[in-house]
């Protein structure tokens, strides 16, 4: 099963390769990889092709495959773990990758993801906005109330206190 997944992969990265690079290189050894718009269940698929075709040329494809298992398994903990994303959320998932011919490690660093939101989500989040401004709007009325009721009954002790002195 696994060669059969990598053999695919290998297809679609030289497929990638020809039609849409997502790898831009900004260094020696060091590549920018990103999956594009992308459903978060697929980002994994995505950054292993992406990585094959920008490292296919200067990496061991085995150290590759290594190094790029073990970024997805922390992206996995970060998407579903820590933003509680589901499976159909549309991310972009951009990081830099920088290849250590000494130690024979991609290392991977400045990750960034980004969560787009449908229209319906964007009206939604809104409107709760909205209903949470009207809420501390009250709020803030109240207080104010509040202080200027404060506010009378220390001019009325202070008057008092100028009436005993």
Do not use: H, W
Not at 17 to 39: D, P
């Amino acid at each position: 099963m696994a060669n059969e997944e990598e053999s695919r992969d290998l297809e679609r990265a030289e497929e990638y390769e020809q039609t849409v690079s997502r790898a831009t290189v900004i260094g020696k050894n060091k590549v920018e990889l990103s999956t594009g718009l992308i459903i978060a269940a697929r980002y994994a698929d995505k950054l292993r092709r992406v990585a094959l075709v920008a490292f296919s040329k200067m990496v061991p494809r085995d150290i590759i495959l290594r190094d790029i298992a073990e970024l997805n398994k922390q992206l996995y903990d970060i998407l579903v773990n820590q933003m509680k994303l589901d499976k159909l959320d549309v991310v972009r998932i951009v990081v830099d990758a920088e290849y250590d011919e000494r130690n024979q490690k991609i290392n991977f660093s400045n990750m960034r993801i980004i969560r787009y939101y449908t229209e319906e989500e964007c009206n939604k989040k809104y409107e709760d906005v909205v209903k949470q401004l009207e809420e501390n709007k009250k709020k803030y009325e109240e207080v104010s109330k509040q202080i200027e009721e404060y506010k009378q009954k220390i001019k009325q002790v202070e008057d008092l206190l100028r009436a005993l002195s």
